[in-house]
């Protein structure tokens, strides 16, 4: 899936939130962790405790913002492959096509596909009420 962020730094999930459960300034657009709450990512548990959490988060910002503007590259390159003319559904037209029967064509009382029961009996319901 192609999708720019625009303005945005970045987006958090709610799941990611509810988890995390940060103190958010809506007038500031601030976030504050509570004390003693890290997040950890667990693929470099080991690798990573000596660093500092704020570095932790810009290098995750970064590279999120790395990947929005390698998505916007794509996207334009995908803009300028597909002409605008293609976006649209071609004009419309009067032709009317008709599909000429002969006299005696009596057509079969077929199913298009086998039901199981279960479904016959709810699709013999259905129509019994709705016909």
Not at 1 to 22: T, Y
Not at 29 to 42: D, V
Not at 60 to 83: F, G, N
Request: with cysteine; hydrophobic share 35%.
């Amino acid at each position: 899936m192609i999708s720019g962020i625009g303005d945005e730094d970045m987006i958090l999930g709610l799941l990611w939130l509810r988890h995390h459960n940060p103190e958010i300034n809506w007038e500031t657009g601030e976030i504050q962790f509570p004390p003693q709450r890290r997040i950890q990512i667990k693929r470099f548990k080991g690798v990573l405790d000596n660093s500092e959490a704020e570095v932790l988060i810009g290098a995750k910002i970064t590279a999120s913002q790395e990947m929005a503007q390698q998505q916007q590259t794509v996207k334009r390159d995908i803009e300028e492959l597909i002409p605008r003319k293609a976006e649209q559904f071609p004009p419309a037209r009067a032709y009317d096509h008709a599909i000429d029967l002969k006299p005696d064509f009596v057509p079969r009382n077929c199913k298009l596909y086998p039901l199981s029961p279960t479904e016959q009996e709810e699709q013999d319901k259905f129509l019994e009420e709705n016909l």
